[in-house]
């Protein structure tokens, strides 16, 4: 049988996909989630019409701090422990696909390992060379590596990049996020035209642990955001924890008051899609919106050091290292960094899947 462990949105969001191919050609499958994630959960699945998952992990809030994560992990380890043959319906010869690079990654392929069955990881071979630039991502891809027997990667650099890994290297020449952002176009729009500003508008919205859970850190960031602010206007999109720690170094009010500036709780999938497309360009530091602006040809200033993706670097990406003049520079020019919807030959999830489809036979 085909297992899928998905815990945050950005992985349910990534792997819809597969879920709704496998839907489509009645292929049995497992949807475990791990309940890293709550918030905007079912939203997202209504976007893409999936069912609920068949097994639900953790029932409590999203995940947003240390503790919770670490108490979070012990338990789900111990109830996989305690229940493996109820979570993966008694299967001791199919495949568990896992996702990415978040914690819900790594417990995926252990839960998978705890039950005796081989585990695909998709979106593999992604590297930034720095320990702790993402981190603890960087990290939690390395040991995922080690769990896995099936790399599903996105391109031929992040196949490169597991040559030392035995197991079987499979290139779906492009990110599973292609098929959903393909997807969202077979569907009408979710906003009204009153939730998207009648004036030009970007985007912000960041997360990563480096840019928010350290005072200095978020300081540095937000500063950016103002003085870009100074002379555009910016929708913040606010994550629950950048929310928290907004709060907790007293950014929120700043924010609040700063005219050119319109703070917005977190979207659905689709909704968030159609906000890009409609916005001048993108600030982040989030690797699927890097994906998702390259493929949209929409203009993307990442907030990062490095990155372990290449999509649109050269293009319409700017890894800004948080250099300011580099991104007003990037900012000047900013109609030489956008071009229309690239169309590719490819179907990420559909090669998934067949790879797959023994393991669905057993």
């Known amino acids: 049988m085909i297992h899928v462990v998905i815990g945050t949105k950005a992985q349910l969001i990534k792997m819809a996909p597969i879920l709704y191919y496998l839907q489509q050609r009645n292929i049995p499958y497992n949807y475990i989630s791990t309940g890293q994630h709550k918030e905007k959960i079912d939203d997202i699945l209504a976007n893409f019409g999936l069912r ?21 992990s012990v338990r789900i380890i111990w109830r996989t422990i305690r ?3 109820e979570i993966f319906c008694g299967d001791k010869e199919g495949i568990v696909l ?3 690079d978040t914690l ?7 839960m998978g390992r705890i039950a005796g069955l081989k585990i695909g990881h998709v979106e593999s071979g992604l590297r930034s060379f720095d320990l702790f630039q993402p981190f603890p991502e960087e990290i939690t891809r390395l040991m995922t590596f080690s769990l896995a027997h099936y790399y599903f990667c996105p391109d031929d650099r992040a196949l490169q990049n597991l040559k030392r890994y ?3 290297k499979i290139n779906t020449v492009a990110n599973t996020l292609y098929d959903s952002l393909r997807l ?6 979710v906003l009204s035209q009153s939730e998207i500003p009648s004036r030009q508008y970007s985007i912000v919205t960041l997360h990563r642990h480096e840019n928010i859970y350290r005072q200095n850190a978020l300081d540095r960031v937000m500063r950016l955001v103002e003085e870009i602010s100074k002379t555009h206007f910016l929708l913040f999109i606010l994550h629950k924890p950048t929310e928290k720690k907004i709060h907790q170094f007293n950014w929120y ?3 609040v008051e700063n005219t050119n500036i319109e703070l917005r709780e977190r979207y659905d999938y689709f909704g968030f899609i159609q906000l890009i497309k409609n916005a001048e360009f993108v600030i982040s530091d989030g690797g699927s919106n890097q994906e998702e602006c390259y493929y949209l040809g929409k203009p993307i200033i990442l907030l990062r050091k490095v990155t372990e993706r290449y999509d ?3 293009e319409n990406c700017l890894l800004s290292e948080y250099n300011i003049e580099r991104i007003k520079e990037f900012i000047s020019t900013i109609d030489d960094h956008q071009f229309s919807f690239k169309e590719l030959d490819v179907k990420p999830s559909e090669k998934i899947i067949e790879s797959c489809l023994p393991f669905s036979q057993v």
């Open 52 to 72: 609920q998952p068949d097994y639900a992990l953790c029932e409590a809030d999203d995940i947003t701090s240390i503790q919770k994560m670490m108490t979070w």
């Open 83 to 85: 229940k493996k043959k």
């Open 98 to 100: 896992v996702h990415g």
């Open 104 to 110: 819900s990654t790594l417990l995926g392929a252990i």
């Open 166 to 168: 035995s197991g079987e």
């Open 184 to 189: 969202s176009n077979n569907f009408p729009d």
């Open 253 to 255: 009010q700043r924010l």
């Open 312 to 314: 649109g670097l050269g």
